[in-house]
C-alpha cells in the first residue's frame, strides 16, 4: 500500500504540488487523471525519490521513504515507468531488462522467464537494440524491466501515448494481472477508456491538487467536463 499524505513540492519559486493525498492500495489499479501540465509526472517523479518534496510524506507499507535515494525505495520495491519510456536505445532489449535486475530484493541474477512469458515479443526480439523496436514494444520494454524489479508499487506514467490500440489492450491486461497478483499499481492516464476498462481506483489533478477521487465507477461527467476534457 501506498500512501502519500499531504506533498508539497515546487520548481524553484514555482508551485507544481499544492497538498497532495493519494492512496494506492495493493491489488488496484489507481489512475491519477488530469490534463497536460497539472503536475501528473512531477507527482511520479516525488514518488520515485527524483525529485524531493518541501513537505509531505510517501509510506510505502507504513515506511515513509523522504529523504531515502531513489535507488533504496527502487530496492524496497517502487518501480517507475517513466513516461517518453526511456529505455536504453543502444543496449539489447536483454540488456535493459537486466537493468531491472538490480532493483530486485531477491537478489536475481538472470531475467525471469515469467517476463518473456508476458511480453513474447520481447523473447522473439531479444538481441535486437531498443532503439530498433517500435513505440509499443518500446513500451512493453519498459513494463516488462520494471517488473524485473518484482516491484511492489509500480508507477506508470502515460503508458498508452502514442502507442497502437492493441498493444494498450494487452498493457491493460498485463496491468490487470499484476494487480490481481497484489501488485499496488498507480497509472497516470488521459486516455479515459482505457481508465474506464481497467482502473479500480481514480484522482483526478488540476493545478497541482487532487480535485476529485473516488472508485472509477463514480468518475462522473462533471469530472470529466470540468478537469479532464479538452
Ligand atoms: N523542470 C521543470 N522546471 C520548471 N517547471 C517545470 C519543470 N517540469 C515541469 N514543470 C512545470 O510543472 C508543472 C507540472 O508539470 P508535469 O510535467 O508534472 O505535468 P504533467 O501533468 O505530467 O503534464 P503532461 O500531461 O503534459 O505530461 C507544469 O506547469 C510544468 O510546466
Ligand atoms: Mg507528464
Redesign the pocket.
Known amino acids: 500500500m501506498l500512501t502519500i499524505s499531504n506533498l508539497n513540492f515546487a ?2 519559486g ?1 508551485t ?1 504540488l499544492t497538498d497532495v493525498s493519494l492512496q494506492a492500495p495493493a491489488g488496484a489499479i489507481t489512475c491519477v487523471m ?12 516525488n514518488i520515485m525519490g527524483l525529485l524531493k518534496p518541501a513537505s509531505g510524506s510517501i509510506g510505502l507499507d507504513g515506511v515513509d521513504q523522504v529523504g531515502r535515494a531513489a535507488s533504496a525505495r527502487a530496492k524496497s520495491g517502487i518501480a517507475l515507468v517513466p ?1 517518453g519510456r526511456m529505455i536504453f536505445p543502444k543496449l539489447t532489449v536483454e540488456e535493459n531488462l537486466r537493468v531491472g535486475l538490480q532493483a530486485n530484493p531477491n537478489g536475481l541474477k538472470a531475467v525471469p522467464e515469467r517476463v518473456y512469458e508476458t511480453f513474447p515479443i520481447l523473447k522473439e526480439f531479444v538481441a535486437r537494440k531498443g532503439g530498433d523496436l517500435s513505440g509499443g514494444q518500446q513500451q512493453q520494454l519498459a513494463i516488462a524491466r520494471a517488473m524485473v524489479g518484482e516491484p511492489k508499487v509500480m508507477l506508470l ?2 503508458p498508452t501515448e502514442g502507442i497502437q490500440p492493441n498493444i494498450i489492450q494487452e498493457i491493460g491486461r498485463v496491468l490487470k494481472t499484476l494487480a490481481s497478483e497484489g501488485m499496488a499499481v498507480v497509472l ?1 492516464e ?1 486516455y479515459l477508456d482505457f481508465v474506464k476498462e481497467f482502473g479500480d481506483g481514480f484522482a483526478v ?1 488540476n493545478r ?1 491538487a487532487v480535485v476529485a477521487r473516488g472508485a472509477i465507477a463514480e468518475l462522473s461527467a462533471e469530472i470529466e467536463r470540468d478537469y479532464l476534457g479538452v
Do not use: F, I, P
Not at 34 to 45: A, D, E, P, S
Open positions: 520548481y524553484g514555482v507544481a488530469g490534463r497536460n501540465g497539472v503536475g501528473k509526472t512531477t507527482l511520479m517523479q513516461q506514467d502515460e497516470v488521459q489533478m497541482g
